[in-house]
C-alpha cells in the first residue's frame, strides 16, 4: 500500500485550483455580468465542495494529541469557514439580483491567508494524529468528493 501521497499533498492541489478560480473571478468581476456570472458559479461550487470536504471527511476525524493546541485551533478553523461561506451566500444573492460583484481582491487575500493557516498549522497537526489506517480512510475520502 502505497504511503507517498498525504493529506496536505491532496489538499494543496484543490487549493491551487481555488486559487485559480479566485483569479479568474477577479479578473471577470470587471468584465460583463454573464461572464463574471460563469466565473463565480464555478468557484462557488468548487469551494463549497472543498469546504464540505474539510468539514465533513476530514476535520471530524481530528483527535488532537495536544489538546489544549488543538482545541484552539479548530474553532479559529470554522470561524473562517463561516465567514467565507457568509461571503458566498452574500454574492450569491447578489448575483440573483444581477449585480456585480465588488472587491473579489480582499476576499481573494482572505483566502489565502486561510490557505496558509491550513497548510502551516492545521494539516501538519491533523496528519500528525492519524494513524496510517485513519489517513487511508480520509484519503478515500478525499478522492470521492474532489
Ligand atoms: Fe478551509
Ligand atoms: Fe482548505
Not at 454573464?34 to 461550487?45: G, L, P, Q, S, V
Not at 447578489?94 to 482572505?110: G, T
Not at 496510517?132 to 478515500?140: N, Q
Request: aromatic letters at 10%; glycine letters at 0%.
Amino acid at each position: 500500500m502505497s504511503e507517498s501521497i498525504s493529506i496536505l499533498e491532496l489538499m494543496i492541489k484543490d487549493h491551487c485550483k481555488l486559487e485559480n478560480l479566485v483569479e479568474d473571478l477577479e479578473k471577470k468581476s470587471k468584465e460583463d455580468f454573464e461572464t463574471m456570472y460563469r466565473a463565480f458559479t464555478k468557484f462557488e461550487w468548487e469551494l463549497e465542495k472543498h469546504i464540505f470536504t474539510e468539514e465533513k471527511a476530514i476535520f471530524t476525524s481530528y483527535n488532537p494529541e495536544d489538546v489544549a493546541e488543538g482545541y484552539k485551533m479548530l474553532p479559529e478553523l470554522t470561524k473562517q469557514h463561516n465567514y467565507i461561506l457568509n461571503t458566498l451566500n452574500n454574492w450569491h444573492s447578489d448575483i440573483r439580483k444581477k449585480k456585480m460583484l465588488s472587491d473579489v481582491y480582499s476576499f481573494k487575500e482572505y483566502l489565502v491567508k486561510h490557505r496558509e493557516f491550513e497548510e502551516e498549522k492545521v494539516y501538519p497537526k491533523l496528519e500528525e494524529s492519524l494513524s496510517d489506517e485513519e489517513k487511508r480512510h480520509i484519503i478515500a475520502k478525499i478522492n470521492e468528493l474532489v
